[in-house]
């Protein structure tokens, strides 16, 4: 046995990790739809890395537009735009993914018995997730983030104490801009990387679940080391790394111009669409009615599903569902796409 070869088996003693890369999973584990969960792993550890680099340059404070001139600095200054892109693109492809992926785990049924509580943290990652890449746009402080918040203060005024950390009247003296940034680089990164953690434990005390038609047996089915699984999970990151850093080099995150609180001219990237045509056509008051019921009931998925079957074919209801939600939130996104920016402000 080699020096290598000794000191790999040194470490895979002394720390568990034989057991954990070793134990058998179903060979269908690798395959593309499988293992998107991986790349969403390596493109936030992409996102951690880029964004500990931004900190370092980033003024978070509306004073004298602090936190926008460092954004525009970063923007214009060689390199570290290129961090910039790496992090505001790797964010958007991180949402799709992670939307991909539970799209997969939906069709193929990976959230009935015992996964249910799988389901309900990938629930949570997305929304998660979704407020990071919120938080993020808001810091940058132009006009887009600038609406933003202005959006969502005033959805808070409409949740009463549920907001409460959301408003102004919590810490009156520190400006909202420097809490999201605490929010944004602390809070939401700890719950994010907590709800992975339970996500991998859960993956690995229940298994992989079957393929979606129900027609192989775990038992039947040809068995592969989890090591396996880890190799394809960086193949596939890398690419998703690699696609990234591509759109970074010869596309800029957006940035316009300085944010003015007395105008609203922007819309919100793709992932809030969603919700602002919903505030041009039932207001911006109607949000919180539409939004929670949506999360709920993207929650109790595994209680409305309880047959036994895996097979999409055989879940006539939920595939109907599946496509009526798409439809939908795909419909609304188009639209709010498409129509000039409406006013929806001190309405």
Known sequence: MSFGSKWVSWVKGRSGLGTFLDHLIPAH??????????AVVILGLVQGVTGVLLQQFYHPSPDANAA???????????????????????????????ILHMLRVYVS??????????????VALLVSLWLLAFTGSVLKWDQEGVEALG??????????????????????????????NSAHVTLLP???????????????VLGISTPKNGASKPESERKVPFSSHIKWMLVYGSIAFLFVAIVGIFVAAP????????????????????????????????????LTPALVLMTIVPAL?????????KRKVMM?????????????????????????LGG
């Open 151 to 180: 959006h969502n203060l005033e959805l808070s005024s409409y949740a009463g104490p549920l907001a409460y950390w959301f408003s102004p009247s919590f810490a009156p003296d520190v400006p909202i801009l420097i809490r999201l």
């Open 68 to 98: 926008y001139g460092t954004v525009s600095y970063i923007s214009a200054t060689q390199g570290w735009s290129f961090v910039r892109n790496l992090h505001y693109w790797g964010a958007q492809l991180l949402l799709v993914l992670v």
């Open 305 to 313: 599903d309880r047959s036994a079957t895996t097979d999409p074919r």
């Open 190 to 204: 700890i719950i994010a990387l907590t709800i992975i953690g339970v996500h991998i434990y859960l993956i690995r």
């Open 255 to 290: 940035l316009s111009s300085v944010g003015n609180t007395q105008i609203e001219v922007s819309k919100p990237d793709w992932y809030l669409l969603w919700v602002y045509a919903v505030e041009n056509y039932v207001g911006l008051q109607a949000v919180p009615f539409i």
């Open 109 to 122: 049924a990976a959230y009935k018995r015992p996964r249910e509580l799988l389901w309900v943290s990938g």
């Open 320 to 344: 109907i569902l599946l496509v009526a939600g798409v439809v939908f939130f795909v419909g609304l996104m188009l639209d709010a796409a498409l129509l000039p920016p409406k006013s929806h």
């Open 29 to 38: 584990a690798n395959n593309p739809t499988y293992v998107i969960g991986g």
